[in-house]
């Protein structure tokens, strides 16, 4: 993928992160799946790539430091819609033996609006050489806004936009399971690459092992899907390079999981970007992902 142009969106919500100290108290930032991975993103890449983010914020106080924690980050805001009478949704963590678990409020999250103006996303979409996002981007907004997000995907794949899609799936943020699936393979089906993880796919699908979820992802058109697995070994199908598997090397220090398959993401992408092989990619991917679950937050120094 080296040749493409390098510019990089990612699509989706960004809120406010309430995470845990050691001392009882919480840190505020700012965090979101697709988010994380453009954050990492812009660490990772070389000074020549641009990532840029794409969401709805309000007018108010906190979604004016949001967008300004994102320019500080390398993280492009030009295209993001500004929206009176809405702000930015609110979670937080909580840690047990370093898996998370989350508490959301995001009754007037801006992000909800995020594919209302089909002119302005087309606008964000135009030229990019990479574009992300997630079955969390799809849920926060309504069923008429997400058949004009994918309609405009497939617009940009079409004009040579490569395609990645996380289905990251939150079951309570739909409305039925079967929405939930449904609207995943729809998006799946304009995109390129597709990063699932094991556990939820095959909860969610029946798959019965890794190989599995890839052929069901292969059969609608996906050229390179990667299914992460935990610690265990991720399962990768690439139309050009065949099957490729890889074993991450155990992490001795989990403190915090949030953001271990945004960071996997981002490394992943970063090195695809570059023109690394995919195999290669899954280690620099497994790489980061490691060092982030090491510390506390879903954004940490790499």
């Not at 135009?126 to 997000?149: C, D, P, Q, W, Y």
């Not at 729809?186 to 939820?200: G, H, M, Q, R, Y």
């Not at 099957?243 to 999981?257: A, G, H, L, M, R």
């Not at 790489?287 to 937050?297: E, M, T, Y």
């Amino acid at each position: 993928m080296k040749n493409l142009p390098k510019t990089i969106l990612c699509i989706g919500e960004c809120m406010v992160e309430m995470a845990p100290r050691e001392d009882g108290a919480y840190t505020r930032g700012f965090a979101g799946d697709t988010f994380n991975s453009a954050w990492y993103l812009a660490r990772t890449l070389p000074d020549e790539f641009t990532v840029d983010y794409f969401t709805g914020a309000g007018t108010d106080t906190v979604s004016d430091e949001m967008l300004t924690f994102m320019e500080k980050a390398g993280v492009g805001t030009a295209s993001v819609r500004r929206i009176e009478e809405r702000t930015v949704g609110l979670y937080m963590i909580a840690l047990k033996n370093g898996e998370r678990s989350f508490s959301y409020w995001r009754g007037q999250s801006a992000a909800k609006l995020l594919a209302e103006d089909p002119g302005a996303l087309g606008k964000a979409l135009a030229g990019k050489g990479l574009v992300l996002f997630s079955g969390i981007t799809m849920a926060v907004v309504n069923e008429e806004h997400r058949r004009t997000l994918l309609d405009l995907l497939a617009e940009a794949r079409a004009a040579g936009t490569v395609i990645a899609f996380d289905p990251n799936m939150r079951a309570r943020l739909w409305s039925s399971r079967e929405v939930m699936a449904e609207t995943i393979m729809k998006a799946a089906a304009v995109s390129d690459i597709v990063l699932p993880s094991f556990d939820e796919d095959g909860a969610v699908f029946g798959d019965e092992s890794p190989e599995a979820t890839i052929a069901r992802y292969r059969a609608v058109g996906v050229k390179t899907v990667i299914v992460k697995n935990g610690a265990d070994t991720i399962h990768a199908e690439d139309e050009a390079e065949g099957p490729v598997t890889f074993k991450p090397t155990p992490s001795e220090n989990v403190v915090d999981t949030t953001a271990a398959g945004d960071s996997f993401n981002a490394g992943l992408i970063a090195a695809l970007m570059t023109g690394t092989p995919l195999v290669e990619a899954l280690a620099k991917g497994s790489a980061l992902s490691a060092r982030v679950i090491g510390a506390r937050g879903a954004l940490v120094a790499v």
